[in-house]
């Protein structure tokens, strides 16, 4: 008898083959039988009307720290989602001496958009290499299965100390930085990840370490992992860095480059489309490149406090090594002001806030000067009063003491360019950044949005594709074995959904972080249930308080992850 079945569903197995009417049944936390009249179970479901598709994985996420103190990994499991992979972009907390401790969470206050008070009070530190950290976090357990980047910022940080973030690496350190990666590749890291990206800085504005790497160092770290044979090395990419350069590390180290992050500029429409063929002419050379793309239109909610969206602009660095009354004199000076908007005229950089001054929104006032004016754009307001939209905002916020809440949508937000870049061949939907910039935006449902939004409402791809791009396809690509696929022999990670109401709902602020700081969130829509290794984590109502924490450090990785 199997522990469960689930009877008369749709299933769609993850391999991109269309939905078929069956049963599933579940043994050992294992998919036991598929087909059309599988043996009876000591717990049944009758999903007559409903899908069954593998658990969502989603391979770029932010837990690195979250993941320490709260083992249900909020809010991915209600999303649908079975399997995390933590470690993008290289912004990790492993390895890390305990002199480094304060530093590291202080870099990642900016990129994870979580206050340095939640980061101090939250993150437990029991480890220090990147081993340890893997046992640490198998010895807490989590309800979702994790598998870890090995971080070059954190690898850099452990090497050189504070010089990572100010200096290029000696020989020497180069050396030593690539036999921690080799032993974290036998330890069971999914690969190696960094980031060349120009918004990624830590306190003060000073660049994320990795963004201080030569060339050099990256192929000696990406051959590391080549040695090792196995991994994926997966970078957030910066205009510096070109889609040849990185086509030679494949070649050289024979392991396949994920490149983020993929998003639709429209004020440089072609951009991503150029990048996409690099990749694909790459991919036909028979060199394994990704471009990972997001479903997401990337919008951030923001104060003048700490707007990530402004922080990529050489011109408001000033205002990064400033706080309170300093900061509010920066906003004010005229010269300030003058050398933003320079930047904002320049259009080679590329950038999160493109000067689209339209669709930045004055979402919430402080005061009832402001109040009546919310909800209308920046380019409105500015020209009403005659002023430069950055002028407005800094003035607005200023008399509000920078508590005033804007929201812009930044990039991704042309529907017509989106579908097109989901459609490419070469494409990785992905991007969530769950676990990050956590008072910006929350795009851990990106999965029910592709599925309900891009794939049901918009038709531009089939559902059974939208499951393979969830599944499947990153299983495929990182390597990730026995799971991703409905087959007999496979962990049983699973979502049951309704095809007909699956999405995400509207974004809501909640305040659950420790002592109380507020996040994003969005709620699950259509979604019946998941389960994680067998477990069910997550019914009809949410996430469940009972379900313990079935998830699994994922360690093995398959060398031949021909995606
Ligand atoms: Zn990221």
């Not at 290029?168 to 921690?180: D, L, N, R, S």
């Not at 800085?201 to 060339?215: C, D, I, K, T």
């Not at 044979?229 to 994920?258: D, H």
């Not at 999965?447 to 918009?458: C, D, F, P, T, V």
Request: with cysteine; hydrophobic share 45%.
């Amino acid at each position: 008898m199997h522990d469960l079945v689930i009877r008369g569903v749709r299933l769609f197995d993850g391999s991109g083959a269309a939905g078929n009417a069956g049963d599933l049944a579940v043994s050992g936390g294992r998919i036991a039988e598929l087909g059309d009249a599988v043996a009876a179970g000591r717990q049944e479901i009758d999903a007559e009307g409903l899908a069954l598709m593998p658990g969502i994985i989603d391979s770029h996420t932010h837990y690195d720290a979250q993941a320490t103190w709260d083992p249900g990994l909020t809010p991915s499991p209600s999303l649908g989602v079975a399997t995390v992979v933590i470690g993008n972009c290289g912004f990790t907390i492993a390895p890390c001496r305990p002199a480094d401790r304060d530093l590291t969470l202080r870099n990642l206050t900016h990129v994870e958009g979580m206050a340095i008070e939640v980061l101090r009070q939250g993150v437990a530190w029991d480890f220090e290499t990147f081993p340890e950290y893997l046992t640490a976090l198998e010895r807490r357990g989590a309800v979702l299965n994790m598998a870890a980047f090995i971080g070059h910022s954190s690898l850099r940080t452990w090497v050189m100390g504070t010089a990572a973030a100010e200096r290029a690496a000696t020989g020497a350190e180069v050396a030593e930085m690539a036999a921690i990666v080799a032993e974290a590749m036998r330890a069971g890291a999914i690969g190696f990840a960094t980031s060349t990206a120009g918004q990624h800085n830590g306190e003060g504005g000073v660049p994320m370490p990795s963004r201080l790497a030569e060339e050099a160092e990256l192929r000696a770290l990406v051959g590391a992992m080549g040695a090792a044979g196995r991994g994926v090395f997966m970078l957030t990419k910066g205009s510096g860095t070109t889609v040849p350069f990185l086509e030679s590390l494949a070649a050289e180290s024979g392991r396949p480059v994920m490149i983020a992050a993929l998003l639709h500029n429209s004020t440089r429409p072609e951009q991503t489309f150029g990048e996409l063929a690099e990749i694909g002419a790459a991919q036909a050379r028979g060199h394994r490149l990704y471009g990972q793309v997001s479903c997401c239109p990337l919008t951030m909610d923001f104060t003048l406090h700490s707007p990530y969206l402004f922080e990529g602009l050489p011109g408001w660095k000033p205002a990064m090594v400033a706080e309170g009354e300093a900061l509010m004199a920066v906003y004010a000076d005229p010269g300030f002001r003058v050398n933003v908007k320079a930047d904002l005229d320049n259009p080679e950089a590329v950038r999160l806030f493109n000067g689209e001054w339209d669709k930045l929104n004055l979402l919430e006032a402080a005061t009832a000067k402001y109040r009546d004016l919310e909800h209308r754009d920046l380019a409105a307001l500015a020209a009403a009063d005659g002023k430069h939209p950055l002028d407005w905002m800094l003035d607005c916020a200023l008399a509000e003491d920078l508590d005033t809440v804007f929201t812009a949508v930044l990039l991704n937000s042309d529907e017509a360019a989106v579908g097109r870049m989901l459609r490419d061949p070469h494409a990785s939907i992905a991007l969530s950044d769950a676990g990050a910039h956590l008072t910006f935006f929350c795009d851990a449902g990106f999965g029910l949005y592709l599925m309900g939004h891009w794939s049901r409402e918009l038709g531009v791809l089939p559902l059974e594709e939208a499951v393979w791009q969830l599944t499947g396809r990153p299983a495929q690509i990182f390597g990730i074995p026995e799971r991703g696929l409905l087959r007999p022999g496979y962990a049983a990670d699973l979502l049951l959904f309704d095809p007909a109401t699956v999405g995400r709902g509207p974004k809501q602020r909640v305040h659950d972080l420790p002592g109380g700081a507020p996040r994003l969130t969005t709620p699950a829509l259509g979604v019946h249930g998941v389960w994680v290794n067998g477990v069910k984590v997550v019914d009809e109502t949410g996430a469940r308080d009972d379900a313990g924490r079935p998830g699994q450090v994922l360690r093995e990785f398959a060398a031949e992850n021909t995606g």
